[in-house]
């Protein structure tokens, strides 16, 4: 009987891993490693199989020894991004730093590097491998996250901004970033611009969605008590405001139990307006 070659067994291996029968595929790899120790993709291939089975420790031999075959900037980036997984960020540059001097253009190694300097709190290297990022991949969203949030850590508002709305054209229903997008503008006085974020949350969020639905279930007529009824409380305090910035408080709550949360809104973030004076 004619021995099967071993690319045949390769090719089996690559079926059997497919048709997500891995304790057999891990079998014939190994078997086929086993008799032709020098078979490279062999353990490449295992050892993206180990990683995707979470047998870490054994992927990173499978990829040390593909390594001491032969190197390519695959497996430096996956030996890096076990290694980034193991928390061991030293190691993993040392791999993704290869893995980018063999291809000075694969995006997700220089991404990972920037994760890894994060990490270890190296930010302006970070900074900048985030930003060597973008130059391939424009829109790459955690490139844009991190740097977003480098900036906003660092005060550069401005920058923050022009990144988080980026963003949001990717994605408009990303509520954590409208939120951080709101802190700023809060932040550098923009209040209305604020408020305006806020309402747009408001709408977009299953949470917020659900709060305003059971604000609004509230019959405003169990409001009133011996002082009137809501919207007379309304117009007593639109009467004070000039006088007492605080009642802007006790109408934002009036609005909210009339189920009015936009407005609501309006009076609280006048009422932050007044205090940043």
């Known amino acids: 009987m004619k021995k099967d070659t071993p690319s045949a067994r390769f090719n089996r291996a690559i ?19 086993s008799e032709y120790p020098s078979f ?11 990683s995707r089975m979470e047998h870490l420790p054994e992927a990173i031999k499978c990829y040390e020894a593909a390594l001491s075959l032969g ?15 193991m928390e061991n960020y030293q190691g ?13 253009n694969f995006a997700l190694s220089k991404l990972i590097i920037g994760l890894c300097n994060s990490r270890l709190n190296k930010l302006q290297k970070a900074e900048k491998n985030f930003i060597d ?3 391939i991949w ?10 977003a949030i480098i900036y906003y850590n ?6 923050s901004l022009r990144l988080l709305d980026k963003l949001i054209q990717i994605d408009a229903d990303d509520i954590k970033i409208r939120e951080l997008k709101s802190d700023i503008l809060l932040k550098t006085g923009r209040i209305n611009e604020s408020a305006a974020e806020i309402k747009v949350i408001k709408r977009k969020s299953e949470g917020y969605r659900f709060y305003d639905e059971f604000i609004k279930s509230i019959p405003v007529e169990t409001l009133t008590d011996r002082l009137g009824t809501i919207d007379d409380k309304i117009k007593s305090l639109n009467d004070k405001v000039f006088a007492d910035s605080s009642s ?4 934002s709550l009036c609005h909210l139990f009339k189920g009015e949360t936009d407005e609501a809104i309006d009076y609280l973030y006048k009422f932050k307006k007044k205090l940043l004076k």
């Open 40 to 50: 490279r993709n062999a353990y490449v291939n295992l050892g993206s199989l180990y």
């Open 92 to 104: 993993a540059l040392k791999n993704l730093e290869q893995s980018v001097a063999l291809n000075n």
């Open 133 to 135: 990022v973008l130059r």
């Open 138 to 147: 424009p829109a790459n969203r955690v490139a844009l996250t991190a740097l």
């Open 248 to 251: 802007l408080i006790s109408l």
């Open 71 to 85: 190197h390519d900037f695959i497996t430096f980036f996956n030996m890096g991004c076990i290694l980034y997984k």
């Open 15 to 33: 079926q059997l891993e497919k048709s997500g029968d891995h304790v057999h595929a891990l079998s014939e790899y190994r078997a086929l490693i």
């Open 154 to 159: 660092t005060g550069r508002y401005d920058r």
